[in-house]
């Protein structure tokens, strides 16, 4: 595709339920970034991908927050348990180079009730 | 870790003013310094980037300055548009070989016809 895809673009879901978020970069793209933006924030760094590895987790907020590339492409971003805190939008990025450009995602909005 | 402060968190001009946005980091050892724009609802998307071996840059309409000495960096916009009406971010990343941005708490522009 032109951009990078994330799907759902919304999901809304009950405290204690899991979800998966899904990433599709632009392809030839070999870095993939996951961000979290709360309302009124700016984005928060949570992981990030170069090829199937993730290379730095360090934002990740806990364990129950968990994200996979097994192909290089494709990125799932899964969070087990879900609480009413973990309510934001979730951007995806990718770039063609490790300090190149980011492109970023339309995001995924998460509302757990 | 890096802090990015960003002023002001609102700023309304009238076509055809110039708009200064204003950032502060807290960390020496950042050298890259990206500012996005953000429309409602949509994908946040780079509009002018420096490092830290540059003290200006400028494309068009819009500028950025660095000050290393005091750690801030700005931007600004010169003969404003309506169309330039949204929310800028400004953001901080170190020399880790990867972008790993800590992001400002944005500034929501008003460009009034």
């Known amino acids: 595709g032109a951009g990078v895809s994330q799907t759902p673009s919304n999901k809304v879901t009950e405290k204690g339920k899991y979800v998966e978020l899904r990433c599709d970069p632009i392809s030839g793209h070999t870095a993939l970034y996951w961000y979290r933006q709360s309302l009124g924030q700016g984005p928060e760094f949570l992981i990030y991908?170069?090829?199937?590895?993730?290379?730095?987790d360090s934002g990740l907020p806990n364990d129950r927050f968990f994200a996979v590339r097994p192909e290089g492409s494709v990125s799932t971003l899964k969070i087990q348990r879900t609480e009413r805190g973990d309510s934001a939008v979730y951007l995806c990025a990718s770039s063609f180079s490790t300090a190149g450009e980011l492109f970023f995602g339309e995001g995924s909005r998460l509302t757990v009730l | 870790g890096e802090n990015v402060e960003q002023h002001p968190s609102t700023l309304s001009v009238q076509e055809g003013d110039s708009a200064v946005i204003k950032c502060t980091y807290s960390d020496s050892a950042s050298n890259y310094f990206p500012w996005y724009k953000q429309e409602l609802g949509k994908r946040p998307q780079l509009i002018i980037d420096?490092?830290?071996?540059?003290g200006e840059k400028k494309d068009q309409r819009i500028a950025v300055t660095l000050n290393k000495t005091a750690k801030h960096f700005s931007l600004h916009i010169t003969e404003t548009q309506p169309e330039d009406s949204a929310v800028y971010f400004c953001a901080a990343s170190m020399n880790t070989g990867f972008q790993k941005l800590v992001f400002g708490t944005g500034t929501r522009l008003l460009v009034s016809p």
């Open positions: 991908f170069q090829g199937t590895g993730a290379a730095d």
């Open positions: 420096i490092r830290s071996n540059v």
